[in-house]
């Protein structure tokens, strides 16, 4: 298959496979990807996120049903963070996705995290990529877990939907805290739930402590019996609009692309001071040495850099 | 003040002004924990994680006073996440703990973190190894946020607590599947709420998967009226006990070391990257030709990496 010729024709199979050439590390995905680059920038990226148990899911199918009937064709990335320690992967109800497959206006991929330098930034982001070349105009990033992820989410999005439901409780305002920064549109969804007006106004009352000028709307919705999707799709729509008209999407971007830049050096790095057996037992030996008292940790540091820099032979 | 001497001497306000210094970066603190760095090892290191609300600062609180009563010294390290975007820190309920701040053998600080680098676990990594060479027999470092900090304790602990509460329900089942395997020993905290027992189970099935020989044993407590403080005490002092006779401690911490070496070298690369304006406006104006795709990332980011190792003028 001429992965190029593919993509540019819009063969599904060929963009699959370049995210699949992506995930494992692939020299040649990035060629690709390169020479493709300026076919880029076109779809608008929207990243989903909030706690466990919010309905992301559901909620990600009814808006992308909602963006169908404009005949929008659209990507969605599912994100399961892999525990570094078992290696399992949460999958959650992405299950409720299922008559999505069938759409043919559709591109659904689930990733999970991939090696103990985290492959998963990388591999996104090359995803988002791929289906912003193969022609998609949105693409959405939905994530499952509740940590890092979500805010690294914001590297790859133009618009962040947040989406929290009522009765989480005081318990995880400390949750809530920590990433309400991230959302540029909130939606309060099991709304038919108790409390969803009180969770509606704590959420109004956090970003009244937010002074830019754009105003984040929440919206109540019940996902699962599709209510208050076209106020949330329009209040979704708003704010890709305000960034467009307010030179706020080219910020972002930059942004962004300042972020994924560090990324990949970071993780490049890395690759050259563990990326094989050799070198990572290398490590362990000195490991052993800082463990027993013998050298202390910023000096094994020291000595690895000099090393990497001077000789450089990592 | 000399430094060396103050600590050696246990002079507080020695062991104060050199986490200081670790917090604000000082390479004289480094110079300094290197030249005494064979004064570390002694102490046992415990970490106390679990979500927002489940009482951590309360049950730190007791068990440093059961550690009290068998006369011996304590540090506390209690890390509060300070969010990326608006700098703030969730100081939580760490008032609480303030009749310890009285005693002559408790050592407590509050660490937030530092910086776009995340200053937080070379600062905190650093504030343990001060609190080993100034004599604490015990070192306790409490998060109290969830996400990416708690799996990052591991890197410092020898022993890690978490601490769950009733009734957090189903939906947050996935924040505990991404933390469970971290857990050495289990409180149940709250424990006279409703569903004690049911949480209880619900750890020790997810538990059954863990194969390896030392099974975590989970404990029902209530901290604030001081009820199973002492089981859970005798659990923890099993854990260390365990560890010391199987060999796994210098295991643990040759691992630990191994994390340490690479974060700083990781750490050390960033700032060589983007350590001053000068380098970040560099940056800066590469992320805006990639954000109007006049060349791509993996491009950028290659040629960055070419100039860092082969110029060593990053």
Same mark, same amino acid.
């Given at each position: 298959?001429?992965?190029?010729?593919?993509?540019?024709?819009?063969? @599904?199979?060929?963009?699959?496979?370049?995210?699949?050439?992506?995930?494992?590390?692939?020299?040649?995905?990035?060629? %690709?990807?390169?020479?493709?680059?300026? &076919? /880029?920038?076109?779809?608008?990226?929207? *990243?989903?996120?909030?706690?466990?148990?919010?309905?992301?899911? /559901?909620?990600?199918?009814?808006?992308? @049903? !909602?963006?169908? !009937?404009?005949?929008?064709?659209?990507?969605?990335?599912?994100?399961?963070?892999?525990?570094?320690?078992?290696? *399992?992967? %949460?999958?959650?109800?992405?299950?409720?996705? /299922?008559? =999505?497959?069938?759409?043919?206006?559709?591109?659904?991929?689930?990733?999970?995290? !991939?090696? &103990?330098?985290?492959?998963?930034?990388?591999?996104?982001?090359?995803? #988002?990529?791929?289906?912003?070349?193969?022609?998609?105009?949105?693409?959405?990033?939905? /994530?499952?877990?509740?940590?890092?992820?979500?805010?690294?989410? #914001?590297?790859?999005?133009?618009?962040?939907? =947040?989406?929290?439901?009522?009765?989480?409780?005081?318990?995880?305002?400390?949750?809530?805290?920590?990433?309400?920064?991230?959302?540029?549109?909130?939606?309060?969804?099991?709304?038919?739930?108790?409390?969803?007006?009180?969770?509606?106004?704590?959420?109004?009352?956090?970003?009244?402590?937010?002074?830019?000028?754009?105003?984040?709307?929440?919206?109540? #919705?019940?996902?699962? &019996?599709?209510?208050?999707?076209?106020?949330?799709?329009?209040? %979704?729509?708003? &704010?890709?609009?305000?960034?467009?008209?307010?030179? @706020?999407?080219?910020?972002?971007?930059?942004?962004?692309?300042?972020?994924?830049?560090?990324?990949?050096?970071? !993780?490049?790095?890395?690759?050259?001071?563990?990326?094989?057996?050799?070198?990572?037992?290398?490590?362990?030996?000195?490991?052993?040495?800082?463990?027993?008292?013998?050298?202390?940790?910023?000096?094994?540091?020291?000595?690895?850099?000099? @090393?990497? %820099?001077?000789?450089?032979?990592?």
């Amino acid at each position: 298959m001429n992965i190029i010729e593919g993509i540019l024709n819009k063969d @599904k199979r060929a963009a699959a496979r370049l995210i699949t050439m992506m995930e494992s590390n692939d020299p040649e995905a990035i060629r %690709i990807i390169s020479k493709l680059y300026s &076919h /880029t920038g076109r779809a608008k990226v929207i *990243g989903i996120t909030g706690p466990p148990g919010a309905g992301k899911s /559901t909620l990600t199918d009814k808006l992308v @049903k !909602r963006l169908r !009937r404009e005949n929008k064709s659209v990507g969605i990335i599912a994100v399961d963070p892999t525990s570094p320690f078992t290696g *399992g992967s %949460i999958l959650g109800d992405r299950v409720r996705m /299922t008559d =999505l497959y069938t759409d043919s206006g559709v591109f659904i991929r689930s990733m999970g995290t !991939r090696g &103990h330098l985290g492959g998963l930034s990388k591999a996104t982001l090359g995803a #988002v990529k791929v289906l912003d070349i193969y022609g998609c105009d949105y693409i959405f990033i939905e /994530t499952v877990g509740v940590g890092q992820s979500e805010v690294d989410i #914001v590297k790859a999005a133009d618009s962040v939907l =947040l989406v929290m439901v009522p009765g989480l409780g005081d318990d995880i305002q400390a949750i809530k805290a920590g990433i309400m920064e991230i959302g540029d549109v909130f939606a309060v969804n099991k709304a038919d739930r108790d409390g969803a007006n009180r969770t509606q106004v704590e959420i109004e009352m956090m970003l009244d402590f937010n002074h830019s000028e754009w105003k984040p709307p929440v919206t109540q #919705v019940v996902a699962l &019996h599709n209510k208050g999707i076209d106020d949330l799709y329009d209040n %979704i729509q708003k &704010h890709l609009d305000y960034l467009e008209a307010s030179g @706020k999407l080219i910020e972002k971007r930059v942004q962004n692309s300042q972020l994924e830049i560090i990324d990949l050096v970071q !993780r490049d790095l890395m690759e050259r001071l563990v990326g094989n057996k050799e070198k990572q037992e290398e490590i362990y030996q000195l490991a052993e040495q800082v463990a027993n008292r013998q050298v202390d940790p910023y000096t094994v540091s020291n000595s690895l850099i000099n @090393k990497m %820099i001077l000789n450089n032979n990592l």
